[in-house]
């Protein structure tokens, strides 16, 4: 990975946790649905990355989006969760051919298809583990289960019209 690459990925970044904490924060559908669209820094990461880096990459966007939000590591425990998952998932989502050397993963070079079937189980998990923790339990199961479903579909179409709007084919 050259220079300009991780200088570029810093500053999206950077730009995606200043949308997160100052717009997407107050974003909410209804009081269901909350938008963390900072997964896509997770999400984005090339896939010939060191997992030590991305696990790290994780915990730090997630306690910089903690002390933002005022939240004790809720936000950094699912995010490190899903950079795990994402370790695995990503090799079963592998194509046949393997992805060349720093692939760009993103909804214009993959395809929706792919890029949903990548995306949605990670989000669903962020969003499962940080509003299981943030209701404190299971005793509101099904308003929580709701809230769940509804950050998650909301979070995933934000990301797709990020994605559309500032993304560009690299083929």
């Known amino acids: 990975m050259n220079r300009f690459n991780v200088f570029s990925g810093l500053f999206r970044t950077i730009l995606l946790i200043l949308a997160q904490v100052i717009l997407f924060k107050n974003l909410v559908l209804f009081d269901s649905a909350f938008c963390f669209a900072y997964v896509l820094i997770f999400l984005m990461l090339p ?3 060191n997992p030590i880096v991305q696990l790290l990459v994780g915990f730090v966007v997630g306690i910089i989006i903690d002390a933002f939000y005022n939240t004790l590591g809720i936000h950094a425990a699912a995010s490190v969760l899903v950079v795990y998952l ?7 989502m592998t194509p046949s051919g393997g992805y060349d050397s720093g692939p760009k993963i993103n909804v214009r070079t993959q395809g929706i298809g792919w ?5 949605y189980p ?6 499962l583990l940080l509003l299981f923790i943030e209701a404190s ?10 809230k769940v479903f509804y950050s998650s579909v ?3 179409v934000i990301i797709l019209i990020i994605q559309y709007l500032f993304y560009k084919k690299m083929k």
């Open 47 to 49: 896939m010939d990355t």
């Open 137 to 146: 339990g299971f005793g509101l199961f099904w308003q929580t289960l709701t």
């Open 115 to 119: 890029f949903l079937t990548y995306t």
């Open 154 to 156: 909301f979070t995933t």
């Open 122 to 127: 990670l989000i669903l998990v962020h969003a």
């Open 86 to 92: 994402r370790i695995y998932w990503s090799r079963v």
